[in-house]
């Protein structure tokens, strides 16, 4: 079976082709980081017009460079949520009606599910029931997943989400927009213990996160002495990685103890951080317990993990109508197997 | 010669298919639904006249202007079509097909005035003629004022004119003072004539692929630059 991934639900327009014998066959995808660098921020109406001109040439170069003919896909998948409506609204119309008029069946995939699966176009693969630790721009959360569609949240982020403390930490340092990277880069040189700075919740017995203290913590440091951007910048953004990564961990570790799970899936753009996968694939081991991530590329969002959980779920018969609408809201818990 | 055309720039959904010399429409007045309503309109269509996507010579779609995000499910829709069996695709201005139904129903009438409405105080108009059934632009698909598209028309209509689209009764400035023959406040873009007008263009050649199939919005300052 040979399925096409549609991804548009941001600022990334993503399509692949992933084989049912061969695995992922080839991928491709076009970043509009740099459009909305200007703007401070996405901007849905922008993000989405560039996804209306992008998708239909990536689709087509895709089919060229994998030397593949249209008439090969048996599927379709495309992401109908969550994320911005109008981009969303892009991958679906084209995919949907693309399968309708080759009368193939359509599958409408939820972004999170893909970036949950993404490990499994690794080598390394684990095997269900695992737990997941979700880390992107728009979510944090810690999932219990006992099989495909069988989705459990044990924890989520009560404010901003972890890349989304990385992104605005780093405007606050001055490190542009999206600052998350050029943080994380800034911090391989800094020390970690120089500032000593919140764990915020980790004196709660759940598994939530609350990253918007850690932010205001920053500012109040670098407003009472300015100086430490020039003198100690390193060492600031060392020290708020940190604090975000040992919480991450911390309540990680303790849903896995409390679970009874040896596996942590680790996915979306945060799950790039090498300090994140240091320190987590040291403390793990320390625990008896084993992390899986998922390549660098497919960290963030990607075509390839919406085309392998559209082929996971057609593999079993699920198909979308010919009613193409998107969800910008969507919980994880709310699909089914 | 087999046309497909679809619209969803506006509060309508439709679809219409011009078939053995005939046009063939399904249209619903149907706010925020058209992700419900349209593939299952087309599939309707090609059923009853026993076709298949792939027996299409073409597929036109209403291009703008219009709702951004109704744009660009009518150019999604009809790229993923067109891609999946190589197929032409015909943009079709929204506005030209509004002047287009206008001047079937008063072909009396020498100019003809679309206008619909594009938020934040601005319409989206344009001064049509025809020559045969063959629209000519006086005035370009445009964005403006009301009060100066007011004066555009005023300028460019030598004669007795008509007034189409919901924008006349949004913004009675558009009109103020001005001597229409009629308005058409009830006026919504079509698939049925954005596939006659499509007919005409995909005789002279004027196709695209589905890589260059692009919305039409008019509007391009939608965001403010923080530099
Ligand atoms: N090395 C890194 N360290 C920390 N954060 C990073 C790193 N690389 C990327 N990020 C962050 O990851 C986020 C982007 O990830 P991704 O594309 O998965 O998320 P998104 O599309 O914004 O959100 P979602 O997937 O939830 O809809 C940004 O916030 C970015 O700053």
Request: aromatic letters at 8%.
């Amino acid at each position: 079976m040979l399925v096409l991934g549609i991804e548009t639900s941001c600022d990334e327009t993503g399509v692949a082709l992933y084989s049912s014998e061969k695995g992922l066959v080839d991928h491709l995808y076009y970043t509009q980081v740099r459009t909305h660098v200007e703007y401070g921020g996405v901007v849905p109406e922008i993000a989405s017009r560039d996804h209306i001109q992008k998708l239909s040439p990536l689709v087509q170069t895709l089919f060229e460079r994998a030397k593949c003919d249209i008439s090969q896909v048996d599927g379709v998948a495309y992401t109908a949520g969550p994320g911005l409506a109008g981009a969303l609204l892009v991958g679906a119309a084209f995919a949907r009606s693309f399968a309708f008029a080759r009368s193939i069946p359509a599958v409408a995939i939820h972004h999170m599910e893909g970036h949950l699966l993404a490990p499994f176009l690794e080598a390394q693969q684990p095997n269900f029931p695992f737990l997941a630790l979700l880390v992107s721009g728009g979510h944090t959360l810690i999932v219990k997943v006992s099989a495909i569609g069988d989705y459990q949240i044990l924890g989520e982020s009560l404010d901003d989400a972890a890349g989304e403390a990385f992104d605005k930490t780093a405007r606050l340092m001055g490190l542009g927009y999206p600052g998350g990277p050029a943080l994380a880069k800034l911090a391989e040189a800094g020390n970690p213990q120089a500032f000593k700075l919140p764990r915020p919740m980790l004196d709660r017995e759940d598994f939530n996160f609350s990253f918007s203290g850690l932010k205001t913590a920053v500012a109040h440091l670098i407003q009472k002495n300015p100086e430490i951007l020039i003198s100690a910048k390193a060492d600031l953004a060392a020290s708020f990685q940190a604090a975000v990564i040992d919480t991450l961990i911390a309540k990680c570790a303790r849903a896995l103890k409390a679970t009874g799970l040896k596996q942590l899936v680790v996915s979306g753009g945060v799950s790039a951080n090498q300090y994140l996968r240091q320190q987590l694939d040291s403390q793990l081991e320390a625990i008896g317990a084993k992390a899986f991530y998922p390549r660098l590329e497919f960290c963030t969002d990607n075509g390839a993990m919406i085309a392998y959980a559209g082929y996971l779920r057609l593999k079993v018969g699920q198909a979308r109508d010919l009613d193409f609408s998107v969800r910008a809201r969507w919980g994880l818990d709310e699909l089914k197997g | 010669m087999i046309l497909l055309s679809l619209d969803t720039s506006t509060e309508t959904c439709s679809a219409a298919l011009w078939h053995n010399d005939q046009i063939d429409v399904i249209s619903e007045l149907a706010p925020k639904r058209h992700t419900h309503l349209i593939l299952p309109m087309i599939q309707t269509l090609l059923e009853k006249h026993q076709l298949n996507i792939a027996d299409c010579d073409a597929i036109a779609f209403g291009e703008g202007p219009g709702s951004f995000t109704g744009l660009r499910i009518a150019a999604g829709v009809a790229q993923g079509l067109a891609f999946a069996h190589t197929l032409p695709l015909i943009p079709v201005s929204t506005l030209a097909a509004l002047a287009l139904a206008a001047k079937i129903q008063q072909p009396q009438l020498d100019y003809f005035v679309p206008a619909l409405d594009a938020r934040m105080q601005e319409v989206y108009f344009a001064i049509y003629t025809f020559e045969k059934n063959r629209p000519l632009a006086i005035v370009p698909d445009s964005l403006a004022a009301p009060a100066k598209a007011r004066v555009s028309i005023a300028e460019n209509t030598p004669a007795a004119w008509l007034g189409i689209g919901q924008a006349y009764a949004v913004y009675p400035d558009l009109s103020q003072g001005l001597e229409p023959a009629a308005l058409m406040l009830d006026a919504y873009p079509n698939a049925k004539e954005i596939a006659l007008l499509a007919k005409e263009a995909f005789m002279e050649g004027h196709v695209v692929n589905s890589t260059e199939a692009l919305p039409k919005y008019l509007r391009n300052d939608v965001a403010k630059k923080i530099v």
